[in-house]
């Protein structure tokens, strides 16, 4: 419970500072970037949990996991959880950002699935039923390609699922079967 209640109030007050400084945007695309560099390089982790590490690797490394044109506000946010010893937390604290940008600018997280490389005008298709499910939203897309979904496609929208792969379709062919045997 503690690993998560540090995070979120650290991301609330970055959030709530950057608010204030019209920065909001800037550092949740510098929040993405460095759960990027994290989900890269899990040892990244290891190291900023080592007291042998010196604060000032530990600083670099933070600043360089925000990419290369890192701004001040997260740059004076890693300071100050260095500061204070909260350096591990730094991954959840950027996790916790994110969900804070998101939930007050109505972004949803949408992720394509398919089973090969779609053309442009193909996954534009899939956006445009996706924008129209969803016409209140600010959508960020992901797109991942799995040959065992088979063919077809699958949109995730948050916690909506929507499935039209040929592995789903076979999956309720098969529990149909199943049904009419009993």
Same mark, same amino acid.
């Given at each position: ?8 109030? +650290?991301? /609330? ?34 190291? &900023?949990?080592?007291?042998?590490? %010196?604060?000032?690797?530990? !600083?670099?490394?933070?600043? $360089? ?12 946010? *890693?300071?100050? #959880? ?14 916790? +950002?994110?969900?804070?940008?998101? !939930? ?5 997280? *949408? /992720? ?5 490389? &779609?053309?442009?005008?193909?996954? $534009? ?14 959508? !960020? +897309? %992901? ?5 065992? #979904? #088979? ?5 995730? *929208? ?7 792969? *040929? %592995?789903?379709?076979? !999956?309720? &062919? ?9």
């Amino acid at each position: 419970m503690v690993n998560g209640l540090i995070p979120r109030r +650290y991301a /609330k007050a970055l959030y709530k500072f950057a608010l204030e400084k019209g920065n909001a945007k800037t550092v949740y695309d510098e929040m993405k970037v460095v759960i990027g560099a994290f989900q890269k390089n899990p040892e990244l982790q290891k190291v &900023l949990a080592n007291p042998f590490v %010196s604060t000032a690797d530990k !600083e670099n490394l933070l600043i $360089a996991a925000a990419g290369e044109n890192a701004e001040n506000d997260y740059r004076g946010f *890693v300071k100050l #959880i260095l500061q204070l010893h909260r350096e591990q937390f730094a991954y959840l604290m950027a996790l916790a +950002y994110r969900d804070i940008y998101r !939930e007050a600018n109505r972004i949803s997280q *949408v /992720k394509i699935t398919t089973a090969a490389n &779609l053309e442009d005008a193909e996954m $534009a298709k899939i956006r445009g039923l996706v924008e129209k499910a969803f016409p209140d939203s600010v959508l !960020e +897309y %992901s797109y991942e390609v799995r040959p065992e #979904i #088979i063919g077809g496609f699958v949109v995730d *929208v948050d916690s909506v699922r929507m499935d039209a792969s *040929v %592995s789903n379709e076979l !999956e309720q &062919l098969r529990l149909n079967l199943l049904r009419s045997n009993q």
